[in-house]
């Protein structure tokens, strides 16, 4: 059974920080492509940057310089490094597979405020 579990968001003021992680569980995930997604209130679910099982990784222009995706796959982890946050970074964020999508989880919340 796939199991993909967000955590690390919060509340935070523009141009802090957050670390999110996940753990995945059920399938091969040093074999998996894998990446973070959000959705925006109101918005549709998309994906923010994504690391290959040989981890070259790719983002999309909004968040490029400020976030760092890195995986451990002795863990089966993936982590997204956000800095810099700006008040449109908020939103839900899952992680999940690129090529294969697993069911999804329930995300962690980031909301960027002052």
């Known amino acids: 059974q796939v199991q993909l579990v967000e955590s690390g968001g919060g509340l935070v003021q523009p141009g802090g920080s957050l670390t999110l992680s996940c753990v995945a569980s059920?399938?091969?995930?040093?074999?998996?492509?894998m990446g973070w997604y959000h959705q925006a209130p109101g918005k549709q679910r998309e994906k923010v940057a994504h690391?290959?099982?040989?981890?070259?990784?790719n983002y999309i222009d909004s968040v490029k310089g400020r976030f760092t995706i890195s995986r451990d796959n002795t863990k089966n982890t993936v982590s997204l490094q956000m800095n810099s946050l700006k008040p449109e970074d908020t939103a839900v964020y899952y992680c999940?597979?690129?090529?294969?999508?697993?069911?999804w989880g329930k995300g962690t919340r980031v909301t960027v405020s002052s």
């Open positions: 999940n597979g690129v090529t294969t999508v697993f069911p």
């Open positions: 059920g399938f091969t995930f040093s074999q998996t492509a």
């Open positions: 690391i290959t099982r040989w981890g070259y990784t």
